[in-house]
């Protein structure tokens, strides 16, 4: 399908770099009038997106067991360089496809944790209680997708974690409590039916 | 009305998730594509892209082996493969700034921030097949022209040079002459 017919681009030569123009192949093979009856590609792609969608619940559910997973290695090895890269891989895939599968509290959930992992000054302090309460409260999350107040109950939980995160990257000390203790100090991450 | 007719591009989707590999996907075959390669992680996607030679590379940034920067920058070498010039979607869940300039600076084509949306993943597409930019090659750069516009205001690094030369405010009357 793809056409290999190779044609010379044109380049324009400057003291310090080319301009280098091709010839638009891709807009020559692929762009074509469309007749009023055509169906709407955004639309067919919406519709195939919404038959998925019904697997985005279950497909949460494995995130979640990745991130418990990356979470247990840091509980039984340490916090060490490859523990922590392993647990901000889970939570960033977490942070990037939340959203998309329809759990975007989680997500933002997810970002409070990779944002302590890529910016803290020293990871390896970061407290095992608050990775506990980011990965718990994902779960939880999206555990109770569907129950009541859920989404305002995950948009409090999310908020609560940020400040947490934005604390603890800030020196921690912020308000009358150690990092370990506010982390340790939130509420459980189990919303409340 | 112009029509992008997706059943005659080939697309290389490299991405580690399986759940993003399937939706993105879906979206794909949804707006009529029926060549979709698939490759999960960046050393298998070079593979890929010297095996398929793709019309458009689609590539999360976060990769294990190596990732969708080091990918892009690989594939932005000229007379290293059979299509350098091929336009590279960088998917992320990274937003910010200097993420994104991190991208266009690496040679990205199109940068499309998480959570995808079909609309999102269609302009970026349409973008580089009707919109396709001309290559900047210098010594230190080979990619897209990161100049999307004229900029006469322009003052910042002189990045072609890829030395420390800057660019400073035009005077006026330069700029009315100009």
């Known amino acids: 399908?793809?056409?290999?017919?190779?044609?010379?681009?044109?380049?324009?030569?400057?003291?310090?770099?080319?301009?280098?123009?091709?010839?638009?192949?891709?807009?020559?093979?692929?762009?074509?009038?469309v007749a009023a009856d055509e169906p709407d590609p955004l639309w067919e792609a919406e519709e195939a997106l919404g038959e998925l969608s019904v697997q985005f619940g279950s497909w949460m559910?494995?995130?979640?067991?990745?991130?418990?997973?990356?979470?247990?290695?840091?509980?039984?090895?340490?916090?060490?360089?490859?523990?922590?890269?392993?647990?901000?891989?889970?939570?960033?895939?977490?942070?990037?496809?939340?959203?998309?599968?329809?759990?975007?509290?989680?997500?933002?959930?997810?970002?409070?944790?990779?944002?302590?992992?890529?910016?803290?000054?020293?990871?390896?302090?970061?407290?095992?209680?608050?990775?506990?309460?980011?990965?718990?409260?994902?779960?939880?999350?999206?555990?109770?997708?569907?129950?009541?107040?859920?989404?305002?109950i995950a948009?409090?939980?999310?908020?609560?974690?940020?400040?947490?995160?934005?604390?603890?990257m800030a020196g921690g000390t912020s308000r009358d409590r150690t990092d370990s203790e506010r982390a340790g100090a939130l509420v459980s991450p189990k919303p409340a039916r | 009305m112009v029509h992008l007719d997706f059943s005659r591009l080939r697309f290389l989707i490299i991405e580690d998730n399986t759940h993003m590999r399937r939706i993105l996907r879906t979206l794909l075959y949804g707006f009529g594509s029926r060549e979709v390669y698939e490759a999960e992680d960046g050393a298998a996607g070079l593979e890929a892209f010297v095996q398929y030679i793709p019309d458009i590379v689609?590539?999360?940034?976060?990769?294990?082996?190596?990732?969708?920067?080091?990918?892009?920058?690989?594939?932005?070498?000229?007379?290293?493969?059979?299509?350098?010039y091929v336009p590279i979607i960088m998917l992320t869940g990274h937003s910010e700034k200097h993420r994104v300039i991190a991208?266009?600076?690496?040679?990205?084509?199109?940068?499309l921030a998480k959570p995808i949306s079909a609309i999102?993943?269609?302009?970026?597409?349409?973008?580089?097949?009707?919109?396709?930019?001309?290559?900047?090659?210098?010594?230190?750069?080979?990619?897209?022209?990161?100049?999307?516009?004229?900029?006469?205001?322009?003052?910042?690094?002189?990045?072609r040079k890829g030395g420390s030369d800057m660019i400073g405010q035009q005077p006026l009357l330069e700029k009315v002459k100009a």
Not at chain 1, 16 to 24: F, M, Q, S
Request: with cysteine; proline share 6%; net charge neutral.
């Open chain 2, 120 to 159: 999102g993943l269609y302009q970026r597409i349409l973008n580089v097949v009707v919109n396709p930019r001309p290559f900047i090659k210098s010594k230190s750069y080979f990619g897209p022209d990161r100049r999307r516009n004229a900029m006469l205001n322009y003052t910042g690094p002189e990045r």
């Open chain 2, 58 to 84: 689609i590539t999360d940034w976060a990769m294990p082996i190596f990732d969708g920067l080091e990918l892009t920058q690989m594939i932005r070498q000229p007379g290293a493969n059979a299509n350098p």
């Open chain 1, 61 to 152: 559910v494995d995130e979640c067991t990745a991130l418990e997973r990356a979470r247990h290695l840091v509980q039984t090895e340490g916090s060490t360089a490859a523990t922590r890269e392993a647990l901000h891989r889970a939570a960033h895939d977490i942070r990037g496809h939340g959203a998309t599968l329809g759990f975007p509290m989680a997500a933002d959930v997810a970002g409070s944790l990779c944002l302590l992992l890529e910016q803290s000054s020293d990871p390896s302090h970061i407290p095992l209680s608050f990775i506990d309460q980011c990965v718990d409260a994902i779960r939880a999350i999206v555990r109770e997708h569907n129950g009541p107040h859920a989404d305002r």
């Open chain 1, 1 to 33: 399908m793809a056409d290999n017919k190779y044609v010379a681009p044109g380049v324009t030569k400057f003291s310090d770099h080319e301009v280098i123009v091709l010839p638009n192949r891709l807009k020559r093979k692929a762009i074509t009038s």
């Open chain 2, 103 to 111: 991208a266009r600076d690496a040679g990205g084509t199109e940068f």
């Open chain 1, 155 to 168: 948009a409090a939980l999310a908020q609560e974690l940020r400040n947490i995160a934005d604390a603890l």
